[in-house]
């Protein structure tokens, strides 16, 4: 990878919005290290699938759009990296062997260390160097349509035998009611017109850090904020 080309991404997202602000937050470290983001996945020396496997079509989308950009990859010659759900449910080694075309398996954890990671499929370091400084989620997908998703928790503390989130995104992780506001507050003042509030389980947030869930406090500390916006409530698949 070399040149404007070399430094360039494509990055799908599928499943839900928590898979969208984890997209916003690799859009965000990449874009913030030089790299920038290809509309035209034929235009892009990286190609990533952010996937979902929570039900079975949702698996077999992402096989293939996997398989898909596969067969480009043979045309260009750009590399192919997965990250998101899949891999954390069935892991990168049985996933090497089911998908070989693909270069990288990134995990949720890596996230964090995106600059090692994706050394391993560049030609060369220093086209591989991202979020040295670390960094936060500040592009949001959806910010042109006037709203944002902000993830409020992630994981679930439940142990529903039908479900398998815990084995995806594992325990329950909720942000501190600061972090949220400050999120809000940086969209707000950027133009967002509605914020609604994301996790696998928004009824049980703050639980491990709160001690109690805390949805009706952090509710609050939002009603403070100055602006004109909507809140909403993600709970599963419907809004309140």
């Not at 990878?1 to 990055?11: A, F, Q």
């Not at 954390?88 to 600059?115: N, Q």
Request: proline share 3%.
């Amino acid at each position: 990878m070399s040149g404007r080309r070399g430094l360039s991404y494509y990055l799908l997202t599928l499943g839900c919005p928590k898979n969208e602000v984890d997209s916003d937050l690799l859009d965000s470290r990449l874009t913030g290290e030089g790299w920038w983001k290809a509309e035209d996945p034929r235009d892009a020396s990286l190609l990533i699938v952010n996937t979902c496997s929570f039900i079975a079509p949702a698996l077999e989308e992402s096989i293939e759009e996997v398989l898909e950009l596969a067969e480009l990859k043979s045309e260009t010659g750009a590399r192919l990296a997965v990250a998101g759900c899949m891999v954390a449910r069935y892991g990168r080694r049985r996933l090497e062997s089911l998908l070989p075309e693909v270069d990288l398996f990134i995990s949720f954890a890596e996230y964090e260390r995106l600059d090692e990671v994706l050394e391993a499929v560049a030609d060369h370091p220093s086209t591989a160097r991202v979020c040295r400084r670390g960094g936060k989620r500040t592009l949001a997908s959806t910010l042109g349509r006037g709203f944002v998703y902000v993830k409020i928790a992630e994981g679930c503390a439940r142990r529903c035998s039908f479900c398998a989130i815990p084995a995806i995104r594992g325990r329950l992780r909720s942000r501190a009611m600061e972090e949220v506001v400050d999120e809000v507050r940086s969209f707000v003042d950027r133009g967002a017109r509605e914020v609604v509030l994301v996790a696998q389980d928004t009824t049980q947030y703050g639980m491990d850090i709160y001690g109690k869930p805390s949805l009706p406090a952090l509710i609050e500390g939002l009603a403070e904020l100055e602006g004109d916006f909507r809140l909403r409530i993600k709970i599963g698949r419907a809004h309140v």
